[in-house]
DNA sequence: CCTCGCGAAATTGGATCCATCGTTGGGACG
DNA sequence: CGTCCCAACGATGGATCCAATTTCGCGAGG
């Protein structure tokens, strides 16, 4: 019964399986906490149970959902401590990547750099407070490419990896819903990115590194501030 | 039909098989390059091939094997290259953990991790030559010990743990047989072991980070030379 | 009204089945 | 003698089956 959703017909099924799934608790679509039935998945992408569970170890190894025995699988939800860790690990990662662009940079980069930065600045004011499962928006895309660029720019696979390893192990529209939630943040974002740009252009790599390791820290001390306020308001209600 | 091996029946069957397959690639017993069959794996380990796939996910999600579709799985070759740019990201990481153990040391931790370096002193001269899938040696038990505790020392389980993911995602008795076959590269090791401590000691955090960092890159660039050789032997062969 | 307990339903997890694809060895042909 | 093709074999991968365990609901008892 192919219910809805995406065809998956292709040779790396499980894979494709996992990537689904992953894009749907990265959305919001399914959210922290929630409880992974094999058999509702199967049903909804039109397989069995059997490249499902597959797909779930996949996810349990890169830490973005916990799997207990008899139990089934769970969406993480990650502890602001969690969080404050990650960010500092990534943040010292992006900041590597960030000094190792420096040696890479070219005008036409800087130029999309730039250009991604000029949608953050012409979204200032977003459109729809973007709910859970709402799609990306164009400022969250803008942002991603930002860092994307650099991690390319870095010339370094691993690194890259390593940072969407960290990346991928929370709900991503979770930051996003942090950054577009208030104006401040998206202000202080975006400046930073400009100074990040300009320390690009310098070629100051001293700079650059510290400028993207401190907006790196500054983006999770938000985040882990958000999972502060959320645990406490599910402690009350 | 239970031949031999671990007799793996608690309730966390999966997560057991991928530690067994994992500790049998890393060892050097299933070597690089091989294929991993699923039904030998199955019979060895005396269950069926459903937790044996999923356990290969598991480590295919880790990038220590490759799943081709339809061709089963293999262990992955690192190119000098990966092994270059994974140990740069590698030494990023352990010199930020060296950095921020020095706040926390103490006389007990630091004579613990003398003690290791005392291992490797009496152990220059390796008892045997390891060979592939021998047990693991006081050296590198030794070796291993050092770092880890530094891991712990620095407070951070995300840092420790994308340390260990990268370590994992190369068959590490690779790197204990560079280690170990030359009488230099044992002498360097420790020489570089006791300047970290020394920096520890001195509670100089920059010092300390960038004698990690060098002792790492160091031993990254023993680790490639070795794939490139062994890739020119291939070639020859 | 709340708590405890039992039994049915739901869910997981390992084993097994079978269609499909990849591989290999042998034979025919150039 | 080398190359190509085909058939048989072997392996993978999704589907299905069934036992074991957890969860949920309902009712009895305090």
Redesign the pocket.
Same mark, same amino acid.
């Given at each position: 019964m192919d219910s809805d959703a995406t065809s998956l017909d292709r040779s790396a =099924?499980?894979d494709e399986t996992a990537s689904a799934i992953r894009a749907r608790i990265m959305s919001g679509e399914i959210p922290i906490g929630a &409880? =992974?039935? &094999?058999?509702?998945l199967?049903a909804q992408l @039109?397989?069995?149970?059997?490249?499902i569970?597959?797909a779930l170890r996949q996810l349990q190894a890169g830490g973005l959902i916990e799997? =207990?025995?008899?139990? @089934?699988?769970v969406v993480r939800v990650p502890s602001p401590w969690e969080v404050r860790e990650a960010y500092e690990v990534r943040a010292e990662l992006e900041g590597l990547a960030c000094e190792r662009a420096v040696r890479r940079v070219t005008r036409t980069l800087l130029a999309e750099l730039r250009g991604t930065n000029d949608v953050l600045r012409a979204n200032e004011r977003p459109p729809a407070p973007p709910g859970p499962g709402a799609p990306v928006s164009p400022t969250t895309i803008a942002n991603d490419r930002f860092h994307t660029l650099i991690h390319e720019m870095a010339g370094n696979e691993r690194l890259a990896r390593t940072i969407r390893d960290i990346n991928e192990a929370f709900p991503r529209n979770v930051s996003a819903l942090v950054l577009q939630d208030d104006p401040r943040h998206r202000a202080d974002n975006l400046a930073e990115h400009e100074r990040i740009v300009a320390a690009l252009e310098a070629e100051d790599a001293k700079l650059a590194r510290r400028e993207m390791r401190d907006h790196v820290l500054a983006a999770g001390e938000q985040l882990a501030r958000w999972y502060e306020r959320r645990t406490a308001t599910v402690f009350r209600g």
């Open positions: =099924l499980v &409880q =992974l039935r &094999q058999a509702e199967a @039109g397989i069995s149970r059997t490249p569970r597959e799997v =207990l025995p008899r139990r @089934g699988a």
